[in-house]
């Protein structure tokens, strides 16, 4: 159990590396082998469910150190017994820390409502208890209303607002929760806020209460509620953004300010946020990648090396670049999103491999297609200064070539060479003279 339970909102990215800190962070007050259950829900229709629940349970291992467990939730295993149903409620109201991350809003919400683990994730909140992570869908869920992003996004239906779970309407903040805020994947089309864009938005704001507002949580950020001392943090790349009527009040990460002034930012009472504390942003995943935070942007860094180390004609650079990417590509591994592009990264990866293996195959073909243009004709000069008996000429010749790394070895046939380091004293064995 933590000594002050806490909320946290994640806008995305809560299985990558760019969260491992955060994790650690809040993991670090539980006590020693602490009830830890992830809630399976949002995904829980889909047909690789159990591949995504076991990647996250092995990230909460391996990266986090918490020993973890499934709470299944899946209504296509047929009718759920109440006293199944009994046991998930209870399980879940009794886990010292409670996650649930990707997948479908609406579907989570229609099967938390069936099995009324809404009304025991609202009184975890409501009376302080533990941690309860809500991360990309399940954080849609969080809020007053809901947004059904997959229908809308993806099935186009029309922008409407779901009923939520309102796990914040106990502290005072009658929200819509947004994750993916800052959202950039469309590229020549508006997919912010959760892949609505600026005008779905619009409309749907016009249909929230007077007295509610939109929370937007940016990719690879987090809203931190700590529900003891009431003070809520905002931790990662971007910012947790308050939403009134088009009136946008940003909070980046790194600020820390109390519950109460969130609340008059979300009434509209107050216009901008005065944070009690500033922290530079959490750190993000480096090695050659820079400052990138998703893998994307480490893939796209690490192209930019290898390209530029390829140009130098460094390998050393360029195997170093291809390894370090290998390490992003796993590090990315047991992240619960589909669309990280792990398959596109590997595939980036296995090009290099063969670009480096092209250039080391020219490399060990030089000798033969570069350095053999120019010693055949030496050879040549080389034969008749010996068949002329101007054998001081002819060894002239063999300790110009051997300066450059090249062996020379006289036969009845002729004379061969070979691309080596060698040394005069390591010829004197081989003088041209009969």
């Known amino acids: 159990m933590i000594v002050n339970g806490l909320l946290v909102l994640m806008g995305s990215g809560e299985t990558s590396p760019t969260m491992v800190t955060l994790h650690r962070e809040i993991a670090a007050h539980l006590t020693a082998d602490p009830d830890a259950v992830i809630l399976e829900t949002p995904y829980g229709f889909q047909v690789n469910r159990d591949d995504i629940s076991t990647r996250a349970r092995e990230y909460f291992r391996r990266s986090v150190g918490l020993m973890t467990a499934v709470a299944p939730d899946r209504c296509d295993d047929g009718p759920t017994s109440s006293g199944d149903a009994d046991a998930l409620r209870d399980g879940v109201r009794r886990a010292d820390w409670v996650f649930s991350g990707p997948g479908s809003p609406s579907y989570a919400l229609g099967r938390w409502h069936t099995l009324r683990l809404g009304q025991i994730l609202r009184e975890r909140v409501s009376r302080g208890y533990g941690v309860t992570i809500m991360a990309s869908a399940a954080a849609c869920t969080a809020g007053m209303a809901a947004l059904p992003v997959y229908e809308i996004y993806k099935a186009g239906h029309p922008p409407e607002w779901l009923s939520g779970l309102d796990l914040l309407g106990s502290l005072g903040l009658p929200v819509a929760v947004i994750p993916h805020y800052d959202n950039t994947e469309g590229g020549t089309h508006d997919t912010r806020f959760c892949y609505l ?17 939109v929370l937007g949580i940016d990719e690879h950020t987090a809203a931190i509620v700590d529900l003891g001392t009431s003070m ?17 009040v940003p909070v980046p990460a790194g600020t820390t300010l109390p519950l109460k002034q969130l609340r008059a930012l979300v009434r509209g009472t107050q216009s901008t946020a005065v944070p009690t504390s500033r922290r530079p942003p959490a750190d993000a995943v480096h090695l050659v990648t820079e400052d990138a935070t998703t893998l994307q942007e480490a893939v796209r860094s690490a192209e930019s090396h290898f390209d530029r180390a390829h140009e130098a004609r460094d390998s050393a650079a360029m195997a170093d670049v291809a390894v370090e990417l290998e390490s992003v590509i796993a590090a990315w591994s047991a992240d619960m999103e589909e669309d990280q592009g792990g398959e596109w990264a590997r595939t980036v990866l296995h090009g290099m491999i063969r670009r480096l293996a092209q250039a080391a195959a020219r490399g060990l073909s030089e000798p033969e297609q570069t350095l053999g243009r120019i010693l055949v004709p030496l050879l040549d000069l080389r034969t008749r200064f010996r068949e002329e008996g101007a054998f001081d000429l002819a060894d002239a010749v063999r300790e110009a070539v051997a300066a450059g790394g090249v062996r020379l070895r006289d036969s009845a046939k002729g004379s061969e060479w070979r691309w080596e380091e060698a040394t005069l004293d390591q010829q004197t064995d081989d003088h041209t003279e009969p």
Do not use: C, K, Q
């Open 197 to 213: 864009g600026e005008p779905r938005l619009g409309a749907l704001e016009d249909e929230l209460p007077d007295e509610a507002a």
């Open 232 to 248: 809520v943090r905002v931790w990662g790349r971007g910012a947790m953004t308050v939403r009134r009527r088009g009136v946008s």
